[in-house]
T-cell receptor
Framework: NAGVTQTPKFQVLKTGQSMTLQCAQD?????MSWYRQDPGMGLRLIHYSVGAGITDQGEVPNGYNVSRSTTEDFPLRLLSAAPSQTSVYFC????????????FGEGSRLTVL | EDQVTQSPEALRLQEGESSSLNCSYT??????LFWYRQDPGKGPEFLFT???AGEEKEKERLKATLTKKESFLHITAPKPEDSATYLC?????????????FGQGTTLQVKP
């Protein structure tokens, strides 16, 4: 089973560039989410989706966009990268918003110069 | 404010030396408490879910317990392959975000 697949694993951007982190899951999960992990800050929720066509903001949404056109895919877009967005990004999914454990991808390490 | 605190931040053990990791939480209402293991450069890997005080779950050398204010992850006779960062997270009620609130983790190193 592939589970949650994220690409790319590593990316270096210059300030002001845009990019998209891809996330796909093959478990037919309704709920998908993006977290960022920073030293001393733990994992923080950026955006989440409770189903196709539905997205909402987490606790640190500024500078990021998401969309959920299919159940499987949940891309995260950085509109104009800033050094403060240097982090490790994790996509995670679960059966629905209230049930089951969260399954994580392997992570995408982003550096913004 | 909902909060999760893990202690200690780092723990070094000799192989075979049992110990416990602590996760204390202050939340409005608990739907579930989760333990994850994270290896360097990898995503968190699910270990346990606990739902109510008094509940216990075991997996190999790991045993998780839950009270009304904290959870413990007991590691019995650890081996070097148990070295990792262990994360605790809570799912609160009321909530329709599915959000888990994570602690900052305990980094465990087990020396042979």
């Amino acid at each position: 089973n592939a589970g949650v697949t994220q690409t790319p694993k590593f990316q270096v951007l210059k300030t002001g560039q845009s990019m998209t982190l891809q996330c796909a899951q093959d478990m037919n999960h309704e709920y998908m989410s993006w977290y960022r992990q920073d030293p001393g800050m733990g994992l923080r929720l950026i955006h989440y989706s409770v189903g196709a066509g539905i997205t909402d903001q987490g606790e640190v949404p500024n500078g990021y966009n998401v969309s959920r056109s299919t159940t499987e895919d949940f891309p995260l877009r950085l509109l104009s990268a800033a050094p403060s967005q240097t982090s490790v990004y994790f996509c995670a999914s679960r059966r629905n918003a209230n049930t089951g454990e969260l399954f994580f991808g392997e992570g995408s390490r982003l550096t913004v110069l | 404010e909902d909060q999760v605190t893990q202690s200690p931040e780092a723990l070094r053990l000799q192989e075979g030396e049992s110990s416990s990791l602590n996760c204390s939480y202050t939340v409005s209402g608990l739907r579930g408490l989760f333990w994850y293991r994270q290896d360097p450069g990898k995503g968190p890997e699910f270990l346990f879910t606990l739902y109510s005080a008094g509940e216990e779950k075991e997996k190999e050398r790991l045993k998780a317990t839950l009270t009304k204010k904290e959870s413990f992850l007991h590691i019995t006779a650890p081996k070097p392959e148990d070295s990792a960062t262990y994360l605790c997270a809570v799912h609160i009620v009321p909530s329709n975000t599915g959000k888990l609130i994570f602690g900052q983790g305990t980094t465990l190193q087990v020396k042979p």
